[in-house]
């Protein structure tokens, strides 16, 4: 941070500077149309339920607006697997592809690691609850 600066003011100047660098990394590309950037600006929540920004672009999407998403990262995406795969499905179904910049990965690469992610999460979490003696049983989401 600059001397003076407080976190919000930093917060402010990296939100903006993504999205002027997103808007300008879609205009940039000759393949693609531009439509807009949706964001939920401060929302840090576990699920999509709350995130305005998100649910309305998935809607925009469903109703033929946006045929490719461009995003960060799948962290940035979605913030859990099951949301992920999710929305990715949903939106694969309708022919909307997801592209997800900082890994160079596009829908189904990503729904590859999601899988795997989650196949690695429910087995952390058998072992550590064989561990306290609980017993667990999960059923694997499928993305397919």
Not at 98 to 120: P, R
Request: proline share 1%; glycine share 4%.
């Amino acid at each position: 941070m600059q001397q003076g600066e407080t976190a919000i003011e930093r917060f402010a100047c990296e939100y903006t500077s993504q999205i002027d660098y997103y808007t300008k990394y879609i205009q940039n590309n000759p393949e693609w149309e531009f439509v807009r950037v949706y964001t939920d600006e401060g929302i840090s929540a576990t699920n999509t339920r709350h995130r305005q920004g998100f649910n309305q672009m998935v809607a925009d999407a469903l109703a033929g607006e946006i045929d490719l998403i461009v995003t960060k990262s799948v962290s940035r995406f979605a913030r859990n697997t099951v949301d992920s795969l999710t929305a990715i499905r949903t939106l694969k179904e309708k022919g909307v592809e997801v592209y997800f910049e900082k890994k160079d990965l596009w829908t189904e690469g990503v729904v590859k690691m999601l899988k795997k992610n989650q196949i690695s999460e429910i087995y952390q979490r058998q072992i550590s609850s064989e561990n306290n003696g609980i017993p667990l049983i999960e059923a694997v989401f499928t993305a397919e």
